[in-house]
């Protein structure tokens, strides 16, 4: 795919340029020529003395490219937030430096959100709510939020999405996605992190957080899960004051987790609380299959003796069965050193390059196991084991998939959590029971025989549909019909400059074609000439139109950076 079609779009086409420039402007020009983006930055940037160097490298790099991020506007804001939880791809300087985007976003007037809910719910806002708040409590790159009432008297948390942000950021994903597949072409060491992938699971994240009634759906989902939990709380969405771009939620009062003072003046129990926050979490992780995935301690609130609220649903991750069966094996095989195996798992999950060095990769794995192996498990501490092994994941160059990072970084974030409220527990002993049953299910009778019934199925519709595809396979061949299609790469870069070289070789031919006739008109005095003098009007005309078509040639040279 070639850059001409998107190039059609000016508005598209501007925002590329705009893109290179932002880029040149934080010293990655090299970046730019190496995606062949640089006939889109204006010429006075590139007419800069070392506008291709990169500037000073090592910590400060990731800085820029936050700054990059910032200066692009909310869509590259939340791809940074996004890359920031993929620390199995990006080092920790990185993954810092995007984590601080979360408190760069600036808030949107109160009057476009007023304007905002207004025509998502159909009616003044006063119809719908007896108080709204002033000013916005929190603001991200999607939304923002303002406290409320309701007519009914219930305090609500009240999310509004930014004016005209979807036709932003479906216009800045499809520039990503094209920046992507440069990416992938030009830059063969970028492919490991997979660029076009990581994009098209960007965009379903940015389009699903959109969408608040998915959000609200998610939300009273994990609220139907812990409804006979009496130890969690979750909000209650108002449906009729929810639409596609407005989310209404109860506002649960409670104290912030991390208010030590606090929770020991209400004479809450430390590590019952802890408890029911663990005991929550790996039932979403092991049961329900949908998981918060931000679960900091803003989004937990204490509802004095033992209760915990939970808060902001906008940011979930899913283990499918598959996914969950997977995992389960990978950690029960790693523990007995089993390591072909677990490299078996993220082989079948398309984690793992092709040319992945697998006796290595064992090594470090059983490195892995031989140091936490032996600690007791009270002194294992999950960040490191999970910084580890993301470390790992990275000197391999796999790409782990998006929802198991979330997980890890779910269960890291809880567990911080539950280990501020109690110091003696201890996460690994909380998850073993559960990873034990979870193997173990996979070898109850019911499994194996949905598996069986599974495989009979495709064993079935490949002894059907074989020998069909065999037979019009011979047909084709028979008729001399089959076709063999081959795939080339960076030939068109290649046909592109052929075909520029050759136009500029034919103009330089016309221009030098009309000096040279222009010459002849001036020796031969051809009429008419100029009044007063004996110079050949058309002779000098000509000198003229050689002369700007010239400047022009010369113009188009400079521009594509090749003198």
Not at 51 to 74: D, F, S, Y
Not at 165 to 188: M, N, Q, S
Not at 462 to 471: D, F, S, T, V, Y
Request: charged share 25%.
């Amino acid at each position: 795919m070639t850059l001409i079609p998107f190039g059609r779009q000016l508005k598209s086409l501007g925002r590329l340029g705009h893109v290179g420039s932002v880029l040149t402007k934080h010293g990655f020009g090299w970046f730019v020529v190496s995606l062949h983006l640089d006939r889109f930055v204006p010429f006075r940037k590139r007419l800069l003395k070392g506008w291709m160097a990169e500037k000073a490298a090592g910590p400060t790099t990731a800085a820029r490219i936050a700054r990059v991020l910032e200066e692009l506007g909310p869509t590259y804001v939340k791809l940074g937030q996004v890359l920031g939880s993929r620390a199995d791809l990006l080092p920790p300087a990185f993954i810092d430096e995007f984590r601080k985007l979360q408190d760069r976003v600036k808030p949107f007037p109160t009057a476009e959100a007023r304007a905002a809910i207004e025509q998502e719910l159909g009616g003044p806002i006063e119809t719908f709510y007896d108080e709204f708040g002033p000013e916005p409590f929190a603001a991200g790159s999607i939304a923002q939020a303002y406290s409320a009432r309701t007519k009914d008297g219930c305090r609500v948390v009240v999310k509004v999405r930014r004016p005209g942000i979807r036709a932003i950021l479906e216009a800045d994903t499809a520039i990503l996605g094209r920046l992507a597949e440069l990416a992938d072409r030009y830059v063969p060491e970028y492919r490991v992190f997979r660029p076009v992938l990581l994009v098209e699971e960007f965009a379903q994240t940015v389009r699903r957080e959109m969408d608040f009634i998915a959000e609200a759906s998610q939300t009273q989902r994990f609220a139907d899960a812990f409804k006979d939990d009496p130890f969690i709380r979750i909000p209650r969405v108002f449906w009729d004051l929810t639409g596609e771009g407005v989310l209404t939620l109860e506002r649960l009062e409670g104290i912030p987790i991390y208010e030590a003072e606090a929770l020991a003046a209400a004479g809450v129990d430390r590590q019952a609380l802890a408890a029911h926050l663990a005991d929550a979490f790996l039932r979403q992780y092991f049961e329900l299959g949908l998981f918060h995935a931000d679960p900091h301690g803003g989004n937990l609130v204490v509802r004095p003796p033992d209760g915990i609220g939970i808060l902001d649903f906008g940011q979930t991750g899913r283990l499918s069965e598959t996914m969950r069966s997977k995992l389960g094996t990978a950690l029960i095989a790693a523990v007995h050193r089993q390591f072909d195996i677990v490299i078996d798992v993220f082989d079948d999950l398309a984690a793992l390059p092709d040319d992945v060095d697998a006796d290595r990769l064992k090594a470090e794995l059983a490195a892995l196991v031989d140091k936490y192996g032996g600690m007791p498990l009270k002194r294992v501490d999950l960040r490191s084991l999970f910084e580890e092994i993301t470390a790992t994941a990275r000197r391999h160059r796999a790409v782990l998939p998006r929802d198991f990072v979330l997980l890890g970084k779910s269960l890291i974030t809880m567990g911080g959590v539950a280990l501020a409220l109690d110091p003696e527990i201890s996460m690994i002993e909380v998850v073993r029971p559960r990873l034990r049953a979870l193997v173990a299910e996979k070898v109850t009778p019911k499994r194996i025989v949905q598996h069986t019934m599974t495989a009979a199925y495709h064993l079935t519709e490949m002894a059907e549909q074989g020998p069909r595809h065999l037979r019009q396979l011979a047909r084709k061949l028979m008729r001399g019909r089959l076709q063999i299609l081959f795939r080339h790469e960076n030939l068109d870069r290649f046909i592109t400059e052929l075909d520029r070289s050759s136009n500029r070789i034919a103009f330089a031919v016309v221009v030098a074609a009309i000096i040279l006739s222009s010459s002849v008109l001036m020796q031969a005095h051809v009429k008419p000439l100029i009044p007063g003098t004996d110079i050949p009007l058309l002779g000098l005309l000509g000198y003229l139109v050689a002369g700007l078509l010239g400047v022009w040639l010369i113009i188009a040279i400079l521009r594509s950076g090749r003198l």
